[in-house]
């Protein structure tokens, strides 16, 4: 990989104002208006606003319930944490070595 990609790849993807509109079925005053308001993030150049994924992803999250986030999996079959995690550890075939590389590279 070149050197300017491997650069660019650690800086999280940016959306327009426009997109960001699109996304949450906005007009792109009222994207403009939250952002002038502080209450969307967004990096200025010139009068070009750009809004990190970090931040869409951040409203998506508010946007569904804890149960749809599968925080409410266990209500049916409780199990405690401990138990789950141990469990995907056993169906887990991967080195700590392999497991930490792909941890890495999914950031």
Known sequence: MAKNAKKA?????????????????????AVLTLIRK????????GNQQRIPRAIVDHYFAQATTPRQRGFGMWRNNPISGLAY???????????????????????
């Open 9 to 29: 790849a650690i800086y999280s993807e940016v959306y327009t104002v426009e997109e960001f509109a699109k996304i949450f079925k906005l007009s792109r005053d």
């Open 38 to 45: 502080g209450e969307i993030p967004a990096i200025c150049f």
């Open 85 to 107: 995690v141990n469990r995907l550890r056993d169906r887990d075939q991967r080195s700590a070595e392999r497991f930490l590389k792909d941890i890495a590279e999914d950031d």
